[in-house]
């Protein structure tokens, strides 16, 4: 990223364009969380961060992170990375999925005695198989502003890099660990025109191949692996083939992409 690109200029009213087409927003509407009535919640805010490569960071984001009074996190090793880089000691309040109710239910008082927080994931967009869901759940609830900040995600990259028709998907997250219960799971969608998205560890690629082909038959997928890093890999085939660790090295993130279910062409 350009240094200088994407800053704001403060002299600017809400939503006019800088000399050179650039958005600005006017940060003296914007009360700092001193000058904030009592009586006015604080807000919630999404941030989408890279999942893999850090140019991928918005310039909003960035200012959102910079300007919030804590950062709700997965964890707290992960996103200490990106506080390093912007040279800032943000209090960090950890939210996961052992994370117990009650310690939801104080961000969320926080939040209704006005302060300004930033929701993040270890990488990607945070609520969406994302703990996150919970507080972001509760602020609707209890009339809390909830806003987001858009970023890279996994899900619609790997469908772009697949090069299937993704007018209708379907996003399954991390199936089961047994073969059995992904072909549970996978038969669902046995004569769907959807293409399916999920995770997968590296470690069981071979098994979920398998298994699919068991439950969807002959079709096509690819393997989008190591989304926007230096190792960046999509591999495309049809089952029941499974590539060996030579062509598909069983390393770093999976992202697997299934083809719907096409219908018959008519004669």
Request: aromatic share 6%; proline share 7%; hydrophobic share 35%.
């Amino acid at each position: 990223m350009a240094q200088g690109q994407g800053r704001f200029r403060e002299d600017q009213a809400e939503g006019a364009r800088s000399d050179d087409g650039a958005f600005s927003v006017d940060r003296r509407r914007r009360p700092r969380r001193n000058d904030r009535p009592a009586e006015v919640s604080g807000r919630l805010t999404l941030v989408g961060t890279p999942i893999g490569n850090l140019g991928d960071l918005a310039p909003r984001a960035r200012e959102s992170l910079m300007e919030a009074d804590a950062w709700i996190v997965e964890d707290s090793r992960v996103s200490g990375k990106l506080a390093t880089i912007f040279e800032t000691r943000k209090p960090m309040r950890v939210l996961n999925e052992h994370t117990p109710d009650y310690t939801v239910e104080k961000l969320l008082a926080e939040l209704e005695e006005g302060a300004n927080l930033c929701l993040l994931t270890d990488g990607g967009m945070p609520a969406i198989s994302d703990p996150g869901a919970r507080l972001t759940d509760r602020c609707h609830d209890a009339g809390v502003a909830v806003t987001a900040i858009p970023g890279p995600s996994a899900v619609p990259t790997a469908l772009a890099l697949s090069g299937f028709f993704a007018q209708r998907f379907a996003f399954l997250g991390f199936l089961g660990r047994k073969p059995g219960d992904i072909r549970k799971e996978l038969a669902q969608f046995a004569d769907s025109p959807y293409t399916l998205v999920l995770f997968e560890s590296p470690y069981r690629i071979d098994s979920l191949l398998k298994a699919a082909h068991e439950a969807l038959g002959e079709r096509r997928y690819a393997i989008c692996r190591e989304i926007t890093k230096l190792h960046e890999q999509t591999f495309r085939d049809r089952l029941p083939n499974i590539p060996d660790e030579a062509t598909v090295p069983r390393k770093g993130e999976f992202t697997i992409v299934f083809e719907g279910r096409r219908k018959p062409e008519r004669d």
